[in-house]
């Protein structure tokens, strides 16, 4: 796979460029965030409405541009954000109900506008933004280090792939090469960061339609899977175990081991639980068929990892595109054409198959290398030289920019997660479901609202 980067310039004093919203739907979100926060007018944009853009900032004011100051405005309040122009639906028996951002779940801040006809979703329209940290803002002016410490934290659950993705860049920026050794730990960290996600999400759907039974198990399996990654490396979620040039961990011999009994004790345990969930009638009636992403909208929305692979869009950067030590390797990529909430439990399952078959190559590998370096030094870029950091990650690619300023310091910083595009993509498949299975929709898609709110 080959990535093509576009450039362009703009009049200062009069910023505007062609909108492609109209023409390539994915562009949509990522356009209006841009002008919220930069000013840029986009042409002819089908839908101008503010979205990063809540109440904190005068109406002149945008946050990215050099002359806002770096702290912002931290005297005052932001405002409540009461007279956002949801799109309404009229109609006999049409009504609303409102969503959040506030859930009785344990989750991020997110509001969703339902119109619906008795219990049939009519429309939905989402409302982001609420844990907008001004991430892109705050950035500036970071060393290689402190940029890598705040990619970690874009999205807590990726938090290996984001920093991946940024130190990536960084080094592309930087012209170096990381040690074969460092980049088998990457990718190791990163595969067990998919397994414990995944092996949440399907307890979570189970959860939803009331099968405790298999989220109570499947969230047991994801608890020991994380308690290893503490006893191992020092941390549940591996935050922080990447660093510009590589790692600050190793895997020894002892390490290896036991992440490799560690693997033979999970597939035993799925063994055990994934055929009585297969054969869980009530499970059957609530995830097939609902939750229906056809392959043209999936395509249409540019859909990355489960969601997209669900429904027939066969994209792996791992594979596709791929990068160390995925280049020594096959990635093997689980794909359905269904495009119901039952395709993207059954791609999340057999994606922590293949996870652990790579897992136990790297690890392989690792044993055929003698016990070096873990980080190459680092070499500052030259004040204007940029990165691109392109990772797949548990969610589905990660695309991060980086450019440096003088003295080592970093001038732009933008990781675009999978999720920014697949949150769209949730509006239509939840059409013509009833109410009620939503939640267990939303789940299947399982979209960071803090990887997109930035």
């Not at 050099?66 to 007279?83: E, I, N, Q, Y």
């Not at 990619?151 to 012209?175: L, N």
């Not at 063994?271 to 056809?294: F, K």
């Not at 204007?384 to 690619?397: A, D, H, N, Q």
Request: charge should be negative; aromatic fraction near 10%; include cysteine.
């Amino acid at each position: 796979g080959e990535y093509i980067l576009l450039r362009t310039t703009i009049n200062v004093s009069k910023p505007q460029l062609p909108s492609q919203a109209s023409v390539y739907a994915a562009a949509n979100r990522s356009e209006r965030h841009t002008h919220d926060l930069f000013g840029i007018e986009f042409l002819q944009h089908p839908d101008p409405r503010c979205w990063t853009r809540h109440q904190a900032w005068e109406r002149h004011e945008y946050p990215l541009r050099d002359d806002f100051p770096l702290v912002g405005h931290p005297a005052a309040l932001t405002p409540p954000d009461t007279h956002y122009p949801f799109v309404e639906a009229h109609g006999v028996g049409v009504y609303e109900i409102p969503v959040g951002p506030v859930h009785a779940g344990i989750i991020e801040p997110g509001h969703f506008r339902f119109q619906a006809v008795g219990e049939l979703i009519l429309n939905l329209e989402e409302r982001l933004g609420y844990v907008h940290r001004g991430v892109e803002k705050i950035a500036q002016g970071r060393t290689p280090k402190r940029l890598a410490k705040l990619a970690g934290r874009v999205s807590g659950d990726t938090t290996v792939s984001h920093t991946w993705a940024a130190c990536m860049a960084m080094e592309q920026a930087a012209g170096i090469e990381i040690p074969r050794r460092a980049a088998l730990i990457r990718a190791i960290f990163a595969e067990r960061e998919r397994i414990a996600n995944h092996l949440g999400d399907l307890g979570a759907i189970c959860n939803d339609v009331a099968f405790t039974f298999a989220f109570i198990q499947l969230m047991r399996l994801k608890e020991l899977w994380c308690r290893t990654n503490y006893t191992l490396f020092g941390h549940r979620f591996l935050m922080d175990k990447l660093v510009p040039g590589g790692v600050n961990v190793d895997i020894n011999e002892a390490a290896g081991k036991f992440i490799l009994v560690d693997i033979q004790e999970l597939r035993r345990e799925l063994a055990h639980i994934i055929p009585i969930i297969d054969l869980n009638a009530s499970l059957e009636d609530r995830i097939y068929t609902a939750g229906y992403l056809s392959p043209k909208t999936a395509e249409l929305f540019g859909t990355l990892g489960v969601v997209g692979r669900a429904s027939g869009q066969d994209r792996d950067v791992r594979r596709d595109a791929p990068y160390a030590p995925y280049d020594r390797v096959k990635v093997n990529v689980p794909l359905e054409t269904q495009g119901d909430i039952a395709s993207r439990f059954w791609v999340r399952y057999k994606d922590i198959n293949a996870s652990l078959k790579l897992i136990e190559q790297f690890i392989a590998q690792l044993d055929t290398l003698p016990e070096g370096e873990l980080k190459t030094p680092w070499c500052a870029p030259v004040a204007g030289s940029i990165g691109l950091g392109i990772v797949e990650s548990w969610r589905g690619e990660i695309i991060t920019f980086v450019a440096f300023d003088v003295d080592n310091r970093i001038s732009r910083f933008y990781p675009r997660d999978a999720s920014q595009l697949n949150w769209e993509a949730l509006e239509k498949a939840v059409l013509n479901n009833i109410v009620p299975d939503f939640p267990v929709c939303n789940k299947s898609f399982n979209c960071s609202y803090a990887g997109s709110d930035l």
